[in-house]
């Protein structure tokens, strides 16, 4: 069984920072597919940022240049690291581990989830 507990979230004012980080337990970490998903009052959760190794990862267009995600398969913890954060990046952020085979950028590929953390940007 694997677990992912996220923590880091917080209230912070717009242009701050904020670091997400999600450990997993289990012994596989370096074969999941690590993602960040969020989920804003009243809308659909949505992709944030994955990455498949400490090489390959890709951004929703909203964060890029913003959001930073990085693993470290040592410790089985991922992290995401938001800067320039904006009041519209509001939201319950979800970590999630994955090994279907689905684009990795969709929800369909990770068959593990987090509790959440509740990340709220003022203006």
């Known amino acids: 069984q694997v677990q992912l507990v996220e923590s880091g979230g917080g209230l912070v004012q717009a242009g701050g920072s904020l670091r997400l980080s999600c450990a997993v337990s289990?012994?596989?970490?370096?074969?999941?597919?690590m993602g960040w998903f969020r989920q804003a009052p009243g809308k659909e959760r949505e992709f944030v940022a994955t990455?498949?190794?400490?090489?390959?990862?890709y951004y929703a267009d909203s964060v890029k240049g913003r959001f930073t995600i990085s693993r470290d398969n040592a410790k089985n913890t991922v992290y995401l690291q938001m800067n320039s954060l904006k009041p519209e990046d509001t939201a319950v952020y979800y970590c999630?581990?994955?090994?279907?085979?689905?684009?990795?950028?969709?929800?369909?590929?990770?068959?593990?989830w987090g509790q959440g953390t509740q990340v709220t940007v003022s203006s």
């Open positions: 999630a581990a994955g090994s279907r085979f689905a684009p990795i950028t969709t929800m369909r590929a990770y068959e593990y």
């Open positions: 289990g012994r596989t970490f370096s074969t999941y597919a």
């Open positions: 990455s498949r190794s400490a090489s390959t990862t």
